[in-house]
């Protein structure tokens, strides 16, 4: 391997654990959730030990500590993806972030302001969290949800992009990489048609934020969202990024505390962007935990960290394909694609390949994905996949590919 | 190996060879139960004759633990009364939540009990009682 | 005191630190946000090294172990608030908790559906959280929002309770304590009214549920709401509780993984109660963390910290009666009170007042306290507030007494 | 003590009897700011003489460092350039972003550096900054 990313696992400390059997734990699940390192781990914990207190609310140095905290961690997000840092916004997942642009959008007094006549624009390949909100918003505001369909080998079908996004177009929301095929989407042919028609694009950067360096300006894409736990982050925190201009214009989803500018027993109005999406006292261990670990993948560095994944990938790709009765669904080359594959093994069914791994101490995701209609479309009852972080190495693949041959072996199935 | 207490010889051929599969012409309902979490799905028709299963017959896509089980079921409840099958399904929902501490009355369970090492995998137990609880679902519909 | 809970104090670390002037910490803001204890620090931190996967999705050890931690630190705060397991819903907050109800409640499908001639009830005093989601609910539907006034000494004025709660009203959501007054409200009272003429009671218990032992049952409400950072556990969780059968009757309000029954791409279902109310990868540290503070104040005991507190604010009010120019905004007397006891010191803006009782090391929060409307009828600008939990004693009572002189001999005001 | 720092005698002293308080009947422009997170508010009128600063009157409630600073402030700019007005007002701004390294330019400022300590306390900078905020939104509006 050209990149050598081994000396970091040990920053890790589930690794030092043994799972089913006794097994080293071969954890090849980054794809629904990230590992964390020690650095994060205890940026969460050192925010409670000493500097804890609610922010931008009391007269004390603690409030000022953790303020001041909390707001480097928007500084460092902001870093982290090109923006500016009042545009980033602090949510609990990037579930979150994605419903509340889609409740935004429709709150009467937002600009834009969906409405009867309006088209969403989504993928066949989205994760349900990027899928569902829209179909909501859809049903709530009577616009018309529309999709790009997926290509026999996973990738988008954009041949007639210049149907599906039309002039009715107001949001295209988008996966940026595939959870279930890995994909990379050819981004900027879509930023394009939806801007020549005035639509804003909502990007999913959940699979490729943790992976590989982003740039929101360069993306041209007008909100962005991932979430804390898969980028070596801590549970319940997820950023939503937005255009500032676009952001100013959105009213807010979530309301209560330090999101006002004044209120009264009729009504309220906002305080500024960022402040006006987050109610509330926030997630504030966890924003800082999200920090920590935005310090630690840029001493690895992204583009590493990309390097490396794309090594795996090519590996776990070649060793797939020689075994027989294995089938990968999704992309077989390397063009546009990142860590994540998903296959089948013929006569297993997933849940029962992903157990016979598990004894072997291999964790990998099995079922739909939350890509319900993606499966449907390929007529699959689930798939197995495999997923990599910085943590993950050759050796990794070679376990799983043995395992595989297990599989088949324990099921009787293949030669 | 834990695997084989989970995957017992019996629950391979019921996979390989499930039985009662192929919905009948005939029923009295018809009941379609899925498990959302891994997408495994079960239709089942059941058919009674008064106080007793007459038939039940059922199709689904899963894993080999939900379309085992499935299978055993069936053979297991079929010609037996409205109250013997609701005892037998007692008696598997229990084995189910025993943490591999029962073996199981085979008395009761026959090829059920091979379900046993299901109990010790948290995760696998909603596979093992899905056919169950749409027989469960389906009988209680006509009884009650 | 006869409630001696001194040995707890040193289980937070936070307390180990010096602030401002080298003095140790005093920590009177625990209604802003409360200390965690080392075990529920180490909870989280435990989590993450040791069983962190994404719960009730991967087919593998890890994912069953951090699913068996997530359900049993359900099953915790059932337990703790004397509710079913099944009723209980991880939220990020309680400002979430109370939008997220109050979403549920407009959106088509849920029975009761909030609708133009509705009447949704609030009181005066509440926090900008149970209120501002109220008011846009009422927006959005075309309901009304009315409200129960407060009397003079800081209470509830249920006088007009039959005007109020009228045949039309859908929903009465209230505070259980104050976090400005500290005043317990008469809920029987609220509740009786509310469910003859088949309203549902919202209880905001953000005050409450950290300070004493609650049972739902008890209380009669329909929903209840609580921040986990206020209970001494982790921030960014809290919960939302609701009855069984209102819960399954309400639409979620948040889309996404693991909340669905089925999807295609223009539609969805949903999946029970409580998942479908918790779309995406939940707050599973956090929760685990709020599950360990849960233990940590049942081994205290919810009535001893109670008690505990009592004596406190008792001890509190007494000192302050007797300082000229210091008036205490809220009731003077402990009937129905709790450790929450707001103050303004004639001739010094709040602001100031916790600027130097900070220079003594005493935290405390200054301002509006998230209830402008409450200042505006009192026409107040703020007031300083104090507030305890089960790591403060007597001694923060006399240092906090004597720092009020310091600020009037600062400030030049009163004799 | 580290409190005489921020609460210099010059700013008790603008506490206690404000300056410029009370609003004017003659303007060119009102405005109203406030903080919405501790609550404190200001409404100011200004009145410009072609390029010169004529009259800054205002009224307000909040902290002695909210109200002490548009008294300075008022003190200050009255009868400045536009040019001048807005350089002290950077040279007020860039004081209250200096984390007490700086003690301020005293011909500039004058009164003004007596809140060079308020940067050391991050969280009363806004207090500082309200009033001044007033009259950079109220000029730039009459001026541009
Ligand atoms: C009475 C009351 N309700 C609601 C809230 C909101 O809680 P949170 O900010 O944790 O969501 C608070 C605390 O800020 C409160 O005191
Ligand atoms: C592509 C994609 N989008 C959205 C999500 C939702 O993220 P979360 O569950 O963290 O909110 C995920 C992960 O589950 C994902 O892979």
Redesign the pocket.
Known sequence: MSVDLSKYKKDFPIFARKVRGGNPLIYLDS??TSQKPESVISAEADFYRTINAAVHRGAHLLAEEASEAYESARANVAKFIGAKTDEVVFTK???ESLNMIAYSLGNLGSTPHISAGDEIVVSEME?H??LIPWQQLAKRTGAKLTWFSITKDGRLDLSDISSVITKKTKIVAI?HQS?VFGTIVPLSEITKAAHAVGALVVL?A??SAPHFSIDVKKLDVDFLAF?G??TLGPTGV?VLWGKADVLEKLEPALFGGSMVDSVTMESATWANVPRKFEAGVPNMAQAVGLSAAIDYLNIVGMDKIFEHEQELTEQLLSGLSKISGVNVVGPLDMKDRGGVISFTVDGVHPHDVGQVLDQYGIAVRTGHH?AWPLMKKLNLVGTTRASFHLYNDSNDIYALLEAIEKVKSYFKVGK | MELDSLYQEVILDHYKSPHHKGLSDQKDIQVHHKNPSCGDEVTLNLVMDGQVVKDVSWDGVGCSISMASVSVMSELIIGKSYVQALAIFDAFFELMQSKGQSSGDENLLEDGVAFAGVSKFPARIKCALLGWMAFKDASTQVME
Chains 1, 3 share one sequence.
Do not use: F, L, V, Y
């Open positions: 794809g629904a997942s990037a579930t994760h969290a990027n996966t959870n999913d959940c699979q979430s736990h898969k997820g939350c």
